[in-house]
């Protein structure tokens, strides 16, 4: 009799926490369910926004959440020749940045963690020390040399300076990367007879390709969405990019093309690239993002 309640008793306490996990789990999901909407919902506004018709996206009473008709004629609208010429000067910084910034850092990097020279570890350190420099202490120097080597309203300000060092936070993040990379593997190169850009370009690159993949794709993402850097250094419509040349576009109450459902096809057309470039490498980026904190 008291095994028989035992086993009962066992049974109840199972079935309590059965019932505990099935409770936590559903507030879980809610929750989760909850904040995705928060957060979609903007998107949401923005697709729908995208696809209504003049009369529909300025009615206020009341406010139309979802279009009485689909007007596609919207993202047609959205592109002019400037837009084009927008679109051309970003994608002329973007090839330089995602090319220059990763394979400048990880050059710097294999010379901090793989080359052996005297006050290594104290230029390194000088080299973090970098980082704690506001990035708005450097503007107005920045913006003096370029003024006096005639950079202004020129794209080398975003492309000639992608090839010189990649930045404090890509050479930490690589050098702490490839410090995980035995050195018997560059030792074995030597006896082979590579010198050190073979054994940079052969062995140690292609083993730091996560953590490389991710820089590019942040790189990426950071100059797609640049405002400030265009606004300070660029003036003429020619060399304006996609960022700023939206800003000018649609900053004006008086133009044609102050409507929302407008702004949002070009919304959507400015967030398109960076979706698709972080679904495309999403595996990359974890595993650099796991791979980098392993190997530090």
Known sequence: ????????????????????????????????????????????????RSVMTNPDVLHRNPVYIFPNEIY??????AWDIQLLSNLSNTLIIEVCQVIGVPFTA???????????????????????????LPGICTQIPLYVTYVKIGWINTLFPFTVTAFFGGGAVNIF????????IPREMDEAAKIDGANLFMIFYRIVLPMCMPVV??????????????????????????????????YNRFSGASSVDSYANVQMAVGLYMMLPCAIVFFVFQKQLIDGIQLGAVKG
């Open 1 to 48: 009799m008291e095994r028989i309640q035992q086993l009962g008793c066992i049974g109840n306490r199972s079935r309590r926490r059965r019932i505990l996990r099935i409770v936590r789990s559903v507030i879980k999901y809610f929750f989760l369910v909850l904040f995705s909407v928060f957060f979609l919902f903007p998107f949401f506004v923005m697709i729908t």
């Open 72 to 77: 596609l004629q919207n993202f047609v609208r």
């Open 106 to 132: 990880a050059l710097c990097a294999f010379g901090f963690s793989k080359v052996r020279f005297r006050f290594r570890e104290t230029v390194f350190a000088l080299v973090l020390s970098t980082m704690m």
């Open 173 to 180: 993040l690589i050098r702490q990367f490839m410090r995980g």
């Open 213 to 246: 993949v991710l820089i590019m794709v942040q790189t990426f993402m950071g100059n797609w969405n640049d405002f400030m850097g265009p606004l300070l250094y660029l003036r003429d419509d020619r060399v304006e990019t996609l960022a700023l040349g939206v």
